[in-house]
């Protein structure tokens, strides 16, 4: 996946119960392909640079944190939603789903003592 480069505008700041801060961006007109890269990064972590550009200078606050967004069993669910989009959608989502599950019990199950 490209890295995207746009110019943003940050409309709205709210700080969140974890400490985090929500931020809300809004874009200059876009095309159909601009935004549809966008799109395509909803849901992913991202590295993100914010520089003012009136009033730019050399220094640049690092913040080094872990981004956790979801869980390990909904990143799961999340990467066999993609195989199932990307292999098997003319099976059913839920038994591809029960099923890829059922195959991974099995297999850790097997090795266990």
Known sequence: ???IKVTTVITSVSA???NSAGLRLSTPALTPEELTAIFHLKDQD???LL????KHDEEVMQINSDLQS??????LRA???ILWDQEAKE??????????????IEF???KLD
Do not use: G
Request: aromatic share 10%; glycine share 0%; charged share 30%.
């Open 1 to 3: 996946m490209k890295a």
């Open 51 to 54: 520089v003012p550009i009136a």
């Open 16 to 18: 969140r119960a974890n």
């Open 79 to 81: 990467c066999l939603y």
């Open 108 to 110: 850790i199950k097997n």
């Open 91 to 104: 099976e059913k989502w839920p038994d591809f789903y029960d099923a890829k599950m059922e195959s991974m």
């Open 46 to 48: 991202c590295e993100t």
């Open 70 to 75: 979801k869980t390990p069993s909904q990143r």
